[in-house]
């Protein structure tokens, strides 16, 4: 499995900022691209995936995003993330999200992610 999906998300958790620089470039190629929804549109190079994930820690101090499921055909991986930490009003709050990446060996060259882990709802239940 993908260590590499593994530390860019343990990166999300960090408070230091130089740790999560260097945790981020490890993980994605010079090149590799990330979206999801609240990114905006297509992030390119470890530089612009840095600058949002040190966006996010810094508007949701003292979350993590820890990987709960991985896996990988070829060269391919899915990851289910949940994300958590206090909420504004103190009690704890989670959300959960899918990610598909594109790896070359062990590195990302590319990653989408979803909101939410694509349960299936109303007549398919």
Same mark, same amino acid.
């Given at each position: 499995? +993908?260590? +590499?999906i593994t530390t860019f998300f343990d990166a999300w958790g960090m408070s230091d900022d130089a740790a999560r620089a260097a945790a981020i +470039? /490890? /993980?994605f190629a010079s090149e590799g691209t990330y979206t999801d929804p609240r990114s905006s549109g297509t992030l /390119?190079?470890?530089?612009a995936i840095t600058e949002y994930v040190t966006a996010f820690s810094a508007n949701a101090p003292g979350w993590t995003a820890q990987v709960t499921k991985l896996d990988q055909t070829g060269p391919y991986a899915r990851a289910t993330v949940t994300f958590g930490g206090k909420g504004p009003d103190g009690s704890e709050m989670k959300q959960n999200g899918q990610y598909f990446a594109k790896l070359d060996g062990d590195t990302i060259t590319e990653m989408v992610g979803f909101v939410g882990t694509g349960e299936l709802s109303g007549a398919f239940e």
């Amino acid at each position: 499995m +993908s260590d +590499s999906i593994t530390t860019f998300f343990d990166a999300w958790g960090m408070s230091d900022d130089a740790a999560r620089a260097a945790a981020i +470039s /490890t /993980t994605f190629a010079s090149e590799g691209t990330y979206t999801d929804p609240r990114s905006s549109g297509t992030l /390119t190079g470890p530089e612009a995936i840095t600058e949002y994930v040190t966006a996010f820690s810094a508007n949701a101090p003292g979350w993590t995003a820890q990987v709960t499921k991985l896996d990988q055909t070829g060269p391919y991986a899915r990851a289910t993330v949940t994300f958590g930490g206090k909420g504004p009003d103190g009690s704890e709050m989670k959300q959960n999200g899918q990610y598909f990446a594109k790896l070359d060996g062990d590195t990302i060259t590319e990653m989408v992610g979803f909101v939410g882990t694509g349960e299936l709802s109303g007549a398919f239940e």
